[in-house]
Nanobody
């Protein structure tokens, strides 16, 4: 059964912004590390940011911090990724994933093979 559901992708011009959403079941929100990943054609899946919502514990990939901001809304069991100053190299299919909360306290959150639960992705396209 599907747990994680992404939304909010679309097409924007360089310099624009998008806010992605990932909704999930209550137990996932309360118990798991929730990570955002992206994957472009011909590239490896890349970690973007992650959060353990109830701690809270938030972590970012170094190259994303400052442009991308992660937030949560407990009332809807939702994790958001606000993306600003988008560039063409940000074009990718963006996924959210979930697994054990301790991954948010180590570099394990950046290893996609460790995550059991995945959404189906939302496409982000940035044009020059």
């Amino acid at each position: 059964a599907q747990d994680l559901v992404e939304s909010g992708g679309g097409s924007v011009q360089a310099g624009g912004s998008l806010k992605l959403s990932c909704t999930m079941h209550r137990t996932t929100y309360n118990n798991n590390c929730i990570a955002w990943y992206r994957q472009a054609p011909g590239k490896e899946r890349e970690a973007v940011a992650a959060v353990y919502p109830v701690a809270p514990r938030t972590v970012y990939a170094g190259s994303k911090k400052g442009r991308f901001t992660l937030s949560t809304l407990s009332a809807n069991y939702t994790v958001y990724l606000q993306m600003n100053s988008l560039q063409p190299e940000d074009t990718a299919l963006y996924y959210c994933a979930a697994d054990q909360h301790r991954y948010c306290y180590s570099d394990n959150w950046k290893t996609p093979s460790l995550f059991q639960k995945w959404g189906r992705g939302t496409q982000v396209t940035v044009s020059s």
